[in-house]
């Protein structure tokens, strides 16, 4: 969050949003953070973002159209772009995206002051830690060879559909589809349960994520600890040096904890 700074003190409460309008929520976060004057969050024109504090937490809010449909590409770009500055500098349980409630005195009635005490807990666990994303998908050709070189079925229908016209091998077809996506599947597995193990002694905590394309090879989320995160990229270019071009590794992150947050 640009210019985002941890103070003491309770600050002000958001004014009541204008007329047509009520409260998106991002996130819960310490009330001792104060935020540029020149955050935005959602909408068209964008929201100036503000704070509500309710004892020692917060609610992080902009104004929203109530007229206006949440839901386009840019509002959810805005939504985790907005939490993941936010994470960068403080702990921060994001919502997810499109929670709307009617007005300030809302979110503390109905969000703040119910979860305060768990809130609070929350945000003490997550201080110091962020989330990271590690996706990686098999190249095309590789697996494909490794499929056809492991399996002997795969390789005989390869070698009909091969020798025989397109329209008599349709029966082939289906099955060799079949096979290879039963075949990666299985590969996705085993991959990730090697990943999940294998940055254990350099992460707090892994959730594994469903598959987003039918080669992913692994797509996990890791909790990590600020000051471990450059033994932890050190450990996903070692694994990326092992996998060579077999497999493709991207890293996101550091961002918001949304797959620890469970309240």
């Not at 994470?87 to 921060?92: D, H, K, L, N, S």
């Not at 979110?107 to 990686?136: C, M, N, T, W, Y």
């Not at 996903?236 to 904890?257: F, H, K, N, Q, Y």
């Amino acid at each position: 969050m640009t210019g985002s700074t941890r103070q003491s003190g309770a600050g002000d409460r958001a004014e009541a949003p204008p007329r047509n309008t009520a409260c998106y929520v991002y996130g819960i976060l310490p009330e001792d953070v104060e935020i540029s004057e020149d955050a935005v969050g959602v909408g068209d024109p964008p929201g100036r973002v503000k704070i509500i504090r309710h004892g020692e937490i917060a609610a992080l809010v902009s104004d929203v159209d109530v007229d206006r449909p949440l839901g386009r590409a840019q509002d959810l770009v805005a939504h985790e772009q907005l939490l993941d500055e936010a994470a960068a500098e403080v702990p921060v349980l994001p919502l997810r995206f499109g929670a709307v409630m009617t007005t300030p005195e809302a979110v503390v009635e109905e969000l703040l002051a119910p979860h305060h005490d768990s809130f609070a807990a929350a945000l003490k666990q997550i201080e110091g830690r962020a989330q990271f994303v590690l996706k990686a998908r098999y190249a095309e050709q590789p697996v494909l060879v490794e499929v056809l070189t492991e399996n002997a079925e795969a390789r005989q229908l390869r070698d009909r559909i091969r020798q025989l016209p397109e329209e008599v091998t349709r029966n082939e077809r289906i099955r060799l589809g079949e096979l290879i996506t039963q075949i990666i599947a299985a590969k996705r597995e085993a991959d990730t349960r090697a990943v999940v193990e294998r940055f254990e002694p350099v992460t707090v905590g892994a959730v594994v994520r469903d598959p987003s394309h039918e080669r992913d090879a692994a797509h996990v989320a890791f909790l990590v600890e600020n000051d471990r995160q450059a033994d932890f990229e050190r450990a996903v270019g070692e694994l990326r040096s092992e996998w060579g071009d077999r497999v493709e590794v991207r890293l996101l992150g550091p961002m918001a904890p949304y797959d620890f947050v469970t309240t």
